[in-house]
């Protein structure tokens, strides 16, 4: 069997285990051949192999549990506190369906992520090995790109784009479909011992991180009944706490820096969202707010736009 085949075999066992546990062998077993087809059989000495392919390659045990009389995902808890792994169960269990599902490939639809993953494996090998990285980058505010040698610190994926935080002149973020080119050097770089990459992003909405204008300090939204619907099960920010709750409107507080990325998105929720405090934040989202009806106004002068491409 080809080594994909077999992953998606591993990817196929930790998610039944993951999300059908505590589950018997005996059940493990059934289901096994009813997935991959008769005469596929799961036997205990393959049913132990898999148990370690799954510990070495995802760093997840698998185990019996006698008070609970079936195997588990030991440290479920932990695994489900830790954004990484359980995003590559979620990740390689998707990826897994949609393999399965070629028949209804015009009826899964998926976002489009912009090109920069062929860079992950550069990157991440870089970060494992603790060498600097060889970039030719081209900014959207620089005319030409620019080559030049950066410490990957770490990655991170943020509306459908995959940035990089490194350290050049000073730490700054890059994102992945920028680069034009890159490779490793043979320079070493120790990453700081204090560094943790979710405490330094834990202050911002984001992968801006910084403004001019704020501090990290408490922000408060009122919300309307319907759009609170939305931010109960998906926060914008994991210090959001609902402090407010009628059929009308919701408060939500916060604690971050309100920097561009933040404001933008408070933007494009339209009225359906107003800011109590900071004062400042709610000046400057009002003045952006009147320019976009200034500039739709003047936009709506004359007989309109006349497409010159899309013609039926």
């Not at 998707?94 to 920069?116: A, T, Y």
């Amino acid at each position: 069997m080809s080594t994909a085949g077999l992953i998606n075999r591993y990817v196929w066992f930790v998610t039944i285990i993951y999300n059908r546990g505590p589950i018997s062998l005996e059940d493990i077993q059934r289901r096994y051949e009813s997935h991959f087809g008769r005469g596929e059989e799961l036997s205990e000495r393959q049913f132990h192999r898999y148990t370690d392919a799954v510990e070495e390659l995802f760093d997840i045990e698998i185990k019996y549990s006698r008070t609970q009389r079936g195997y588990i995902v030991a440290d479920r808890e932990g695994i489900d506190n830790m954004g990484m792994r359980k995003w590559l169960i979620q990740t390689f269990s998707v990826n897994n369906i949609l393999h399965e599902s070629q028949d209804l490939k015009n009826r899964i639809l998926l976002e489009n992520v912009p090109s920069g993953q062929q860079h992950l494996t550069t990157i991440v090998d870089a970060m494992r090995e603790s060498v600097a990285l060889s970039m030719t980058y081209h900014s959207f505010h620089r005319e030409e790109p620019s080559t030049f040698e950066v410490e990957p610190y770490c990655v991170k994926l943020f509306e459908q784009r995959w940035y990089m935080l490194g350290m050049s002149d000073k730490l700054r973020i890059y994102a992945l479909d920028r680069i034009k080119a890159l490779e490793p050097t043979e320079r070493k770089f120790k990453l700081p011992k204090k560094f943790d990459a979710t405490k330094f992003f834990e202050d911002y909405y984001g992968i801006i991180i910084s403004d001019d204008d704020f501090e990290v300090e408490p922000v408060a939204l009122k919300v309307d009944s319907w759009q609170s619907k939305y931010l109960r099960t998906l926060p914008l920010h994991h210090s959001q706490v609902e402090v407010v709750r009628n059929d009308e409107y919701s408060i939500f507080e916060y604690r971050l820096c309100p920097s561009f990325d933040f404001k933008q998105k408070l933007l494009s929720m339209g009225d359906s969202v107003g800011v109590l405090a900071p004062v400042l934040l709610k000046d400057i989202l009002r003045k952006k707010a009147e320019t976009t009806a200034n500039n739709n106004a003047s936009a709506g002068m004359g007989s309109g736009y006349h497409f010159k491409v899309y013609k039926k």
